[in-house]
Nanobody
Framework: QVQLVESGGGLVQPGGSLTLSCAAS???????????MGWFRQGPGKEQEFVAT????????YYADSVKGRFTISRDNAKNSVYLHMNRLETEDTDVYYC?????????????????WGQGTQVTVSS
């Protein structure tokens, strides 16, 4: 089975930081090279929300207004991995976070433009 695997979630106090990681796992190798990568999040009873995306080269990125200035997306193509560095976390950031591979190398915010997804990692921001 081919999948992406997220890690790094957990419980953190408001104002704290976490870094999420995403890598490919499975018998069929998912090559991140040549594709933009993205992060989404979803909470109970909520619509899935776009968080951030980064181009294949890492030179371009795009963020949701709700996280701009607090979150940073990065990638390491040699490790076929993508990261989400989250700072100044707020209680409203509590969600399950998913990474996904864009079908092309486009900075897009709609889930239909992504073809491979992870199972998600829980981030809880609470005092």
């Amino acid at each position: 089975q081919v999948q992406l695997v997220e890690s790094g979630g957990g419980l953190v106090q408001p104002g704290g930081s976490l870094t999420l990681s995403c890598a490919a796992s499975g018998r069929t190798f998912i090559n991140f090279n040549g594709h933009a990568m993205g992060w989404f999040r979803q909470g109970p009873g909520k619509e899935q929300e776009f968080v951030a995306t980064i181009s294949w080269s890492g030179d371009s990125d795009y963020y949701a207004d709700s996280v701009k200035g607090r979150f940073t997306i990065s990638r390491d193509n040699a490790k076929n991995s993508v990261y989400l560095h989250m700072n100044r976390l707020e209680t409203e950031d509590t969600d399950v976070y998913y990474c996904a591979r864009n079908r092309e190398n486009l900075l897009q915010s709609t889930r239909e433009t992504y073809d491979y997804w992870g199972q998600g990692t829980q981030v809880t921001v609470s005092s």
